[in-house]
C-alpha cells in the first residue's frame, strides 16, 4: 500500500485538478496564517526579553547606587540587604547626633 502523495508532490507531477488548486491555497493560507502568528509570538517574546534586559540593567544600577552607600569591602559585595542596614545606621547615628546638637544649642541658652 503507498503513501499518498502530497499536495505540491502531485502538482509536481502534472496530477492537477480544482481540487488540487483549492488543497494547495487552503495549505498556503494555512501557512500564511501560521506565520502571522509565529511572527507575533516573536514579537512578544523580544518586547518581553527587552523589558527583562531593561529591569535587569535598572537593577544592577540600583545595586551598585546602595553599594556605592557603604564603605566599601567584599562584605557589602551583592548583599543589599546589609547595604541597607549599613545607610539605615548612617542615616539613623547621623538624625540622633543633630537631635543631640539642637539640644545642647538649646541647653546654651
Known amino acids: 500500500m503507498s503513501k499518498?502523495?502530497?499536495?505540491?508532490?502531485r502538482l509536481r507531477h502534472g496530477?492537477?485538478?480544482?481540487h488540487n488548486i483549492k488543497e494547495?491555497?487552503?495549505?498556503?493560507?494555512?501557512l500564511r496564517?501560521?506565520?502571522?502568528?509565529?511572527?507575533?509570538?516573536i514579537e512578544?517574546?523580544?518586547?518581553?526579553?527587552?523589558?527583562?534586559?531593561?529591569?535587569v540593567k535598572f537593577l544592577d544600577g540600583c545595586r551598585k547606587a546602595l553599594e556605592s552607600l557603604t564603605p566599601g569591602g567584599s562584605e557589602y559585595?551583592?548583599?543589599?540587604?546589609r547595604c541597607v542596614s549599613t545607610v539605615r545606621d548612617r542615616f539613623n547615628s547621623?538624625?540622633?547626633?543633630?537631635k543631640e546638637l539642637i539640644k545642647l544649642r538649646k541647653a546654651r541658652r
Open 33 to 41: 496564517r501560521q506565520k502571522h502568528e509565529d511572527e507575533a509570538k
Open 44 to 55: 512578544e517574546l523580544a518586547n518581553a526579553l527587552s523589558d527583562a534586559l531593561d529591569e
Open 94 to 98: 547621623c538624625h540622633e547626633a543633630k
Open 24 to 30: 494547495i491555497t487552503d495549505e498556503v493560507m494555512d
Open 77 to 81: 559585595f551583592r548583599d543589599p540587604a
Open 15 to 18: 496530477e492537477v485538478t480544482h
Open 4 to 9: 499518498p502523495r502530497g499536495v505540491v508532490s
